[in-house]
């Protein structure tokens, strides 16, 4: 099953560095832009394109988390129906875990990355725990 695989292997990873970690997440939906073409509006009803808009983000410790079915089922019960998860670790700093200023400015950078469209530095999942690749 994709969610097991790609998600256990990202907690195994996290788990395994040698100063704590925290798990970062955006969920996202996709929507039409504004002003959207009829081109665009076709592909976005076809499943394809879109804009990405962040819903919630929230961070964990990897022991905090069990399954990625576990996780969206949390998500459900906090947010929006969401597209896709980013996902993105930060590390500590000697044998501490990184601050809660540190972890909020990370997220935040997400959120904005997310809004930009920058999104090759995080992992995304689908909803089913299927990896994404967006253009």
Known sequence: MPSASHFNQLLKAAAAQPDPQR???????????EGATDDQ???FL???GGALT????????PADLTTFDALVEESRQACPPWQVVFIAALAGQDGKPPSSALV????????DAVKAGRLGNYMALSP???PLVLS
């Open 54 to 61: 962040p819903l919630a983000c929230v961070d964990k410790a």
């Open 104 to 111: 909020d400015s990370a997220l935040q950078a997400m959120v």
């Open 46 to 48: 076809a499943g394809k």
């Open 23 to 33: 798990l970062l997440f955006v969920f996202a939906q996709a929507e039409l832009p």
């Open 41 to 43: 509006k076709k592909n």
């Open 128 to 130: 089913s725990g299927e």
